[in-house]
T-cell receptor, first 117, second 114 residues
């Protein structure tokens, strides 16, 4: 099946620094990718929709200046957490949709665990 | 807007026992329904999905789910579970013909004990 990768898998940073997380669709192209945030023992909350060649669409309550999204190519989207603070510590997961046979399936990356000290 | 309710946050069962994980949804428009499984520190893997047609959907790893429009439910079942089925299970919906955005339930932690 289709594969979506994320890098890094785990990152620890100091408060006030910025962290970039990459999401790649390895064997298919994706004009759209999605970024989710998952707190411990909670569900995935959609943060934003990453659109190749245009601005990302953010969900209500998500600060676009803090969570910068760039969809640089048809296989790469990046999420940059700017001036990270301890409350930004979370599990970040991306997904990319693949259309085949008239059906769409979302493929998820393995996630990136961010710890801000 | 859509919402998904997974009433059971935790479900413990013994190995080889049957299991049902409940999912109810709310939407003013027609939706597609999904079940995903998440193993510790991993991303989500699609178990099965309902798009149209038969309301009984079979997925991977022996799981199946039944779409019930009148009860707005999409419960997940497996007749005999294995230790390896221990994981977090998420029900999700997406509007038909709209955005590809998924709305997730809070998840159900399935623990299979020997």
């Amino acid at each position: 099946g289709a594969v979506v990768s994320q890098h890094p898998s785990r990152v620890i940073c100091k408060s006030g620094t910025s962290v970039k997380i990459e999401c790649r669709s390895l064997d298919f192209q994706a004009t759209t990718m999605f970024w989710y945030r998952q707190f411990p023992k909670q569900s995935l909350m959609l943060m934003a929709t990453s659109n190749e060649g245009s601005k990302a669409t953010y969900e209500q309550g998500v600060e676009k200046d803090k969570f910068l999204i760039n969809h640089a190519s048809l296989t790469l989207s990046t999420l940059t957490v700017t001036s990270a603070h301890p409350e930004d510590s979370s599990f970040y997961i991306c997904s990319a949709p693949l259309w085949a046979g008239g059906e769409e399936t979302q493929y998820f990356g393995p996630g990136t665990r961010l710890l801000v000290l | 807007a859509q919402s998904v309710t997974q009433l059971d946050s935790q479900v413990p069962v013994f190995e080889e026992a049957p299991v049902e994980l409940r999912c109810n949804y709310s939407s003013s428009v027609s939706v597609y329904l999904f079940w995903y499984v998440q193993y510790p520190n991993q991303g989500l893997q699609l178990l099965l999905k309902y798009l149209s047609g038969s309301t009984l959907v079979k997925g991977i790893n022996g799981f199946e789910a039944e779409f019930n429009k009148s009860q707005t439910s999409f419960h997940l079942r497996k007749p005999s579970v294995h230790i390896s089925d221990t994981a977090e299970y998420f029900c999700a919906v997406r509007t038909q013909g709209g955005s590809e955005k998924l709305v997730f339930g809070k998840g159900t932690k399935l623990t299979v004990n020997p």
